[in-house]
């Protein structure tokens, strides 16, 4: 049986206080929206309907080819909502997962689950609930005799007796989809609220004598919206929690996880320790045996095994196999260093290549470079590669040594195995095998000292 899912991501987020829609905005790395479609893609749904509103162009700008955006001008309510996906579901052979865009801790086996048990009972209406302590602010769920569901009362519509009641509405729920559009369509707004509320579909469904089932989660935090800010921070945190303790049970040492940051989706091989203060973002991946950390960032790179990262920053780079970066080293995007190289404190690549076994152990700048292997970077050498208008390559072949204090004036080409002076400024090609001095010629003055005192 075919599977469709419609995401619900019209709202505002007016506590939120942002320009930004609220389904955009990120837990663990990636925006709230993104977290829903992946769970009902994973879930099984092959066409993805984004039901959009505040900020629409923005979503449908994010969203791109991964789903249907559809715009809800005017925010009457969910039912009104889901009707916006009509057009697009109409002739639909099979079930829909209607789900909230602000749901990013929803597990895509959850939604799995509820669609078989849907499909299983044959119900015309399956929803998704949960027990929970306190159950304010939810819609109650009100069961008939036999355990079938009969109604959903939203908070400010129940009676007294109605809000004892702690089994709640998540706002997730699997339909068939033929005949559903119809009894949407039946929904008047005769509420407290003066809304199209989705949950009133139940009642009429009763009313044809249609099944409506329901199943519920043992973990009510997966339903858990975002309303604010402190709702997103609490999300982030469950989720990261997630994260790490998947890591750790694939043979990852993460010493400290409250204080760890690692996005979803982020991959790293067994044995390697990662020490607190380390944020590990977007699509990066780890090797085996690595320590990571402290004080790390490294966004969108790719780590070799048995390499140490400390105290830096890694930026769209690939970094190589048993080499040492830092402490307080800045690989900058488009940098490939190979394996057992050393990078030094307060050193910083931009959009380099650095060959296997090289080493900048401190106090440089390389950028737009290719070196070659075996190169060794004295302290303070700078590659001059703007001119205030252009880009420029250095060239440093193998076995290259690059003396103390060196200004590489771009473009230029140091052959294998040159020396350079330390101290130089070198602005032509050293040929291979040369040593290239670029300075003045040291002059002592006998007893300047002191007659410049007396």
């Keep these: 049986m075919d599977l469709a899912a419609v995401i619900l991501a019209a709202g505002k987020g007016t506590r939120m206080k942002s320009a930004l829609p609220k389904v955009l905005h990120q837990v663990c790395g990636r925006p709230m929206l993104d977290h829903v479609i992946n769970a009902v893609t994973k879930a099984g749904a092959t066409k993805t309907v984004v039901i959009a509103g505040f900020g629409a162009q923005q979503v449908t700008d994010f969203v791109g080819g991964r789903a249907t955006v559809v715009l809800q001008e005017e925010q009457l309510g969910t039912a009104h909502a889901l009707l916006q996906a009509e057009d697009e579901l109409t002739n639909f052979p099979g079930d829909l997962l209607v789900v909230c865009g602000d749901t990013p801790l929803l597990r895509y086996q959850t939604l799995a689950d509820l669609a078989h048990y849907h499909r299983e009972t044959g119900a015309a209406a399956t929803l998704l609930t949960a027990e929970m302590e306190n159950p304010t602010g939810y819609g109650r769920v009100i069961r008939a005799q036999g355990g079938s569901v009969d109604r959903i009362v939203e908070q400010k519509d129940a009676t007294p007796e109605e809000l004892k009641v702690k089994e709640i509405n998540t706002g997730v729920y699997c339909f068939k989809v033929a005949g559903l559009f119809a009894a949407l369509k039946e929904i008047t707004p005769a509420n407290a609220q003066g809304e199209y509320y ?80 380390t944020f590990l973002q977007g699509e990066t991946e780890i090797g085996s045996q690595c320590t990571i950390g402290p004080g790390c960032k490294i966004k969108n790179s790719t780590i070799g095994n048995g390499t140490e990262i400390q105290y830096s920053v890694v930026l769209d780079s690939t970094i190589g196999n048993h080499t040492s970066v830092g402490p307080y080293a800045y690989v900058r995007p488009g940098t490939v260093v190979g394996d057992q190289v050393k990078i030094g404190d307060f050193v910083e690549i931009k959009k380099s290549v650095i060959g296997n076994g090289s080493k900048i152990p401190h106090l440089s700048y390389v950028g737009d470079a290719t070196i070659g292997k075996k190169v ?40 294998e195995g040159a020396v350079i002076a330390a101290g130089s400024t070198i602005t032509k090609d050293v040929p291979a095998g040369a040593l290239g001095v670029a300075r003045e010629r040291q002059t002592n003055l006998a007893d300047w000292a002191r007659k410049r005192k007396e």
């Design 198 to 277: 989705l949950t009133d579909i139940i009642q009429i469904l009763n009313r044809k004598n249609l099944t409506v089932q329901a199943v519920t989660l043992t973990d009510a935090r997966e339903v858990q919206g975002i309303n604010d800010r402190k709702q997103l921070a609490e999300a982030e945190k469950v989720l990261r929690q997630r994260v790490t303790e998947e890591l750790m049970a694939q043979g990852v040492t993460i010493l400290d996880p409250a204080n760890t940051y690692i996005d979803e989706g982020v991959k790293i091989g067994q044995d390697s320790i990662i020490l607190p203060f």
């Design 376 to 415: 060794n970077v004295g302290a303070g050498t700078i590659t001059c590669n703007y001119d205030g208008k252009n880009k420029y390559q250095t060239t440093l072949e193998d076995g290259a040594f690059i003396g103390s204090n060196t200004n590489l004036v771009a473009p230029v080409k140091v052959g």
